[in-house]
Nanobody
Framework: QVRLVESGGGLVQPGDSLRLSCVASGLTVSTYAMGWFRQAPGNGHEFVAGIRWTTGITYYTDSVKGRFTISRDNAKNSVYLQMSSLKSEDTTVYYC?????????????????WGRGTQVTVSS
């Protein structure tokens, strides 16, 4: 059974940093395309970042480029999202997703497995 468990969310002030973690079981993150999405209430899942399983090439949505970094630790079977210079508009629930594809899709329909999410709140 595949499980993706996110952690690391919380309440921070604008300009602060957070690192989200996604621990996988039932699959090997180094052989799956992994992605981070976020979803504000009433909205669909928005692609944030993805990492290609073969080469480790990373992809980002424009609004987080230069501020967020996705990475992978194969030994811990985990994927991370390092977020810095956080803004109030980054406030929402963040989800980890995995798919057998080589390249991470920017569409939520491109992922087979999802975690339950972790809340990030950026507020002064």
């Amino acid at each position: 059974q595949v499980r993706l468990v996110e952690s690391g969310g919380g309440l921070v002030q604008p300009g602060d940093s957070l690192r989200l973690s996604c621990v996988a079981s039932g699959l090997t993150v180094s052989t799956y395309a992994m992605g981070w999405f976020r979803q504000a209430p009433g909205n669909g899942h928005e692609f944030v970042a993805g990492i290609r399983w073969t080469t480790g090439i990373t992809y980002y949505t424009d609004s987080v480029k230069g501020r967020f970094t996705i990475s992978r630790d194969n030994a811990k079977n985990s994927v991370y999202l390092q977020m810095s210079s956080l803004k109030s508009e980054d406030t929402t629930v963040y989800y980890c997703a995995a798919d057998r594809s080589i390249e991470p899709s920017r569409l939520p329909s491109g992922y087979e497995y999802w975690g339950r999410g972790t809340q990030v709140t950026v507020s002064s």
